[in-house]
């Protein structure tokens, strides 16, 4: 996850975007003086993630709230669960409220869609991964979800590793002059980063094992039987990864073909929240 200084602004940007000039409807009928209790409740089973989130809401609503965690991230939720409970201003609860369930029902459901996937593939050594298909200021905490449901996160942004997809190579040029072109930047910036490359069938395929230069091959839009015959050619030289319209119903067979990596990128852009509600104590 993020640090702290980088979530907490991430929050006070929601936070002002949703209060903006006063939270009038509590500001109307609640009095500042009034102390309640409320405890967070979830209503389906799942696995939590962005309860460390919701609570850093309560307190830069209010600091003086009481916070008292239950269950943490990655914890398993069974319907009917208290995730946490918290005793305060009643004003700055129900301000902090739907700040905190956004993050926290969002990423629950990430969290949960992942865990429930990676079962799937219990048994083989195919691994899930997540992409950058995110929601904006967000990644961070939507691959944080990913790893607390059980997935493994691909590169964060376009600064940690070289993905040279069809349109770097189209527009380099090919193959080849894609990986050299990368080999020579990287020489030239004095980088030392992983090279993954994207074939859309098995000919580019044996374009990239004739040149070689790459750490991991992503085989887009294979179909099984091909994916399998892939996966044979490249015999553990590369690492191999698989992506392109693979959904649930089709991930256990693409990863009995014994490709390493099998990246959905609906793990965070295609989700249903979790259901998590807060009521009074």
């Known amino acids: 996850m993020m640090n702290i200084e980088n979530l907490d602004e991430l929050i006070k940007s929601a936070l002002r975007e949703d209060i903006g000039d ?48 239950l269950k943490h991230d990655g914890d398993a939720l069974a319907k009917g669960d208290i995730i946490m409970t918290i005793e305060g201003h009643a004003g700055s609860i129900l301000t902090a409220e739907r700040t905190a369930l956004n993050y926290m029902q969002r990423l629950s459901g990430i969290a949960t869609e992942t865990h429930r996937m990676v079962r799937m593939l219990d048994g083989l050594h195919t691994r899930l991964l997540d992409t950058r298909k995110t929601t ?34 189209d527009f380099a040029g090919g193959i080849e002059q894609a990986i050299d072109r990368t080999h020579n930047y990287l020489d030239t910036k004095g980088k030392d980063l992983r090279i993954e490359i994207e074939v859309r069938d098995l000919d580019e395929l044996q374009r990239v094992l004739d040149h070689g230069g790459v750490d991991r091959i992503m085989l ?18 590369y690492e191999t990864e698989a992506s392109g319209g693979i959904t649930e119903a089709t991930l256990r067979a693409y990863a009995e073909t014994g490709v390493d990596f099998i990246s959905v990128g609906a793990l965070t852009h295609h989700i249903k929240s979790l259901d998590i509600s807060l009521v009074k104590k």
């Open 22 to 69: 006063g939270d009038h409807s509590t500001l109307a009928c609640i009095p500042a003086s009034a102390v309640n209790a409320a405890k967070m409740v979830a209503k389906a089973d799942g696995i939590l993630c962005g309860a460390e989130v919701g609570q850093r809401v309560f307190n830069l609503v209010d600091d003086s709230l009481k916070v008292v965690m």
């Open 136 to 169: 904006p200021n967000m990644r961070l905490l939507e691959k944080y979800a990913v790893a607390c449901g059980g997935g493994t996160n691909h590169r964060i942004g376009l600064y940690d590793m070289v993905m040279l997809k069809d349109n770097h190579i």
């Open 220 to 237: 887009d839009n294979f179909d099984v039987a091909t994916l399998r015959e892939a996966v044979r050619r490249i015999d553990g030289r």
